[in-house]
Structures are given as structure tokens and as C-alpha cells.
């Protein structure tokens, strides 16, 4: 059988040569620029006709991203491709899940129809499950949600031997537990309040017990890094051990690495699925996994 076609569009290219490897695909050559008034040019060098193509791209900052998407999956299937599926390691627009005011856009919701009429599947990461269950409530395609949780655990479990885990919000329960227990780690989870993107309360368990050890503060996404940094100031004043901040999807808005930083981490991790000098933590494999499981998949 003719291998799969990976096509690693652009803000991926740290894993493209891994996750082509473990899917046994080649790496098509394209040819990608904007036009002097900022329209996207795209052109297949590699033929996708008669090949299973896989588009890799990332979806952080996605405004700029997707129309690129879009048109390598397209023009893939106009070319003749056999299926087209897209592997985004980083999944956006799944925030606005609810009308919290008249009038507002359901972007999740409008966007995973883009995606749906552009692509066979999709494979990503923990995306940020809220208000859907699965990605199946929004999604009309094959979705699967891979979990970094067995990745992020065994992390913890090689670098910080006295770790007692920290989740954000209630939330966070569960998916914080199953870390802790692969980890073979306690756990503690914060009680949060946010009035908006920058402004937000978070109430700290009693952590008298946990002086001596590690704390190791885990969440889905690190964006503006608010909670995380009002956490690692409480941590400080209570004369904590500095903490580890180890977040799935690193998006750093504005200089909130920095400002994790200045507010006493003592290290900062990510997992691969947006590129940062953060990365520690490879979930190439099981997108890989994932995403073989679909390419095989009849259309």
C-alpha cells in the first residue's frame, strides 16, 4: 500500500520529522507565501493523488493558520487525494462553547464545522472539553482527543521525586487525579474565580503537610498564565518549595512566561504541542497512535 503523505504546514516543523516516522508517511514538498496584499499562496509540489495525506499543523494564533489549513486539505482532495486528515496537536476555538451574552458568536461550534467540511478527521490533544463531552458534539468527522496525561505523569515521576500535585480548579479534579495516581503522586486542587482573561482569585487548600515537598502545578492550557502565577505568589508567601508549572499547551500570551518567571517558578514545562522553548514533554507518539488508527479508516 502506497504510504501516507504527511503535509507539515507551518509552526510544526518540530514534529514533523518524528510524527511522519511513526506513521510510516513521506513528507510532501509544498510550496507556501502571501501575495504583496497578505493572501496565502499554496502549491502541492509532492502529488497528493491516490495518497492518504495527513496535514500537521498546529492551531495556536490560529487566525493566521487556518486559512492555510484549509486550502492544503482542499487542494489535497481536489488533487485526487485518497482521504485527507489533519492532526492538530493544539486544537482553538473550543472556549466559546455557550452564549454567555446575546449576541455572541458559538465559535467552537461555527469553527469545527469549517474543519469538518475540510477534512476526513482529526486527532489532536486535550482539547479544552468544558461544556461538550467529546468532540463529537461539534465535530460531524471522526475526532479523537488523545491524552497527555500518562506522558505528563511519567515526567513527574523521573524529575521531581517529591512532587504533591496542584490542579487549578475544581474542574480539574479528575483529570489532575489520574496524573497524580500514574504518578504515583498526592494531589491538591485550588478553588478559582475568574472575572476575566486577566483577572482572576484563587483560594489555596490548606498545604501545611506538603512543606517539604514539591509543589507541581498542572493544567490543560497555559494562555495568560494568570492562575498559575497568582498560585506560585500564594505558594511563595506560605514558604513552599518553588514550584514546577507544567501545562499541555504552552500559548504564552504576551509575556506571561516571563511573568511566570518573576513569580517564582522553578521550572517551567510544556508538552510539544505548540513549540516553545518550554517543550519537555513529547506527545508525538500518541498522536501517532491516534492518527493510525484513522488513516487505515475507510472514507
Known amino acids: 500500500m502506497t504510504r501516507p503523505l504527511l503535509v507539515a504546514l507551518a509552526g510544526s ?19 507556501t507565501r502571501r501575495f504583496p496584499d497578505e493572501e496565502v499562496y499554496l502549491r502541492y509540489l509532492t502529488d497528493p493523488a491516490g495518497r492518504r495525506v495527513v496535514v500537521l499543523s498546529p492551531l495556536d494564533r490560529p ?42 458568536a458559538i465559535t467552537s461550534a461555527a469553527f469545527a464545522r469549517h474543519l469538518s467540511a475540510a477534512v476526513d478527521w ?25 491524552h497527555a496525561a500518562p506522558e505528563i505523569a511519567r515526567w513527574i515521576a523521573r524529575e521531581v ?42 483560594s489555596m487548600p490548606d498545604l501545611e503537610r506538603w512543606r517539604q515537598s514539591t509543589p507541581v502545578l498542572v493544567d490543560d492550557i497555559i494562555s495568560s498564565g494568570e492562575t498559575m502565577r497568582m498560585t506560585l505568589l500564594h505558594l511563595s ?3 513552599l518549595k518553588p514550584a514546577v508549572c507544567i501545562g499541555v499547551h504552552g500559548i504564552f500570551a504576551g509575556d506571561a512566561y516571563q511573568a511566570l518567571e518573576r513569580a517564582g517558578a522553578g521550572r517551567i514545562v510544556t508538552a510539544n504541542t ?3 522553548e518550554s517543550n519537555g514533554i513529547d ?4 498522536l501517532a497512535e491516534a492518527a493510525g488508527r484513522l488513516i487505515e479508516r475507510p472514507v
Do not use: C, N
Open 13 to 31: 516543523e518540530h514534529m514533523a520529522e518524528g510524527l511522519a516516522r511513526a506513521i510510516g508517511a513521506d513528507v510532501a514538498q509544498i510550496e
Open 63 to 104: 487566525d493566521g493558520r487556518i486559512l492555510p489549513l484549509l486550502f492544503a486539505a482542499h487542494a489535497a482532495r481536489d488533487l485526487g487525494a485518497a482521504s485527507v486528515g489533519l492532526v492538530a496537536p493544539y486544537l482553538a476555538y473550543m472556549r466559546q462553547d455557550h452564549r454567555f451574552h446575546p449576541g455572541e
Open 122 to 146: 482529526l486527532v489532536t490533544v486535550d482539547p479544552h472539553l468544558h461544556r461538550y463531552k467529546a468532540l463529537s458534539d461539534i465535530y460531524s468527522v471522526p475526532a479523537v482527543a488523545a
Open 161 to 202: 521525586k517529591d512532587a504533591v500535585l496542584i490542579g487549578p480548579d475544581a474542574e480539574s479534579k479528575q483529570w489532575v487525579g489520574e496524573v497524580a495516581a500514574l504518578a504515583g503522586a498526592p494531589y491538591e486542587v485550588l478553588q478559582k474565580q475568574r472575572r476575566g482573561d486577566r483577572d482572576v482569585e484563587v
Open 237 to 239: 508567601g506560605m514558604g
Open 274 to 276: 505548540v513549540a516553545h
Open 283 to 286: 506527545v508525538t507518539g500518541i
